[in-house]
């Protein structure tokens, strides 16, 4: 598996090139944005790491440049910052996951082997839940002509829902990718977010768009 790490602190990017090279992975470091964009010109990787803030711009800009694209890679956030909203914004970017520095090793393994086995999504740009549009661009939801209101945080897992579309999401996953926890008061948080989720857009049919499915996840079926 080809990991491209893009990190402008030499102890970092060094520790974590090392660390995947000997659990197998093939490691490509950049050190900034420039750089980043020269090495995935010349191939193709399974995953990259990320750092939000990068010498030449941000890392959540660039995130957001390459999710421009129909196919993208799994990409992976590593930021200081570890907040539930340095979190969400990174997702609302576009990123796949994210793990706050310092981390374990061990985690971070764990984390990639994760997004390559699930290999790129096709990330649409318009997601059309029977009469609702969802610009995934502008981050603009509609029904009817009239504006769904949605937080933050809410979009964070409607993306991830979408992005997966089908296919049944876990509970740790969803918690461990927004919240960074799966602890009992983030799962309650998840509970009130889905609810909300499914009272702004579902349409009242017998079939939900989003489904629980009991003791595993959720699952979002596209009409």
Known sequence: MKVLVVEDDDETSDFVARA?????????????RKSAEHELSLGRFDVIVLDVMLPDGSGLEFC????????SIPLLFLSARGTVGARVEGLSAGGDDYLPKPFAV????????????RGPLTREKFAVLGDTVIDLQARRAERAGNEIPITGREWAVLELLLARAGTVVAFDELLEAIWGTASVQARASLEVIMTR???????????????????????????
């Open 20 to 32: 995947l090279v000997r659990e197998g992975f093939e490691a490509t470091v950049a050190r900034d």
């Open 64 to 71: 957001r440049k390459l999710r421009a694209l129909p196919s």
């Open 106 to 117: 061990s985690e971070l393994v764990a984390r990639i082997r994760a997004l390559g086995r």
């Open 197 to 223: 989720l499914r009272r702004k857009l579902d349409d009242g049919s017998l079939s939900p768009l989003i489904r629980n499915v009991r003791g595993v996840g959720y699952r979002l079926d596209l009409p």
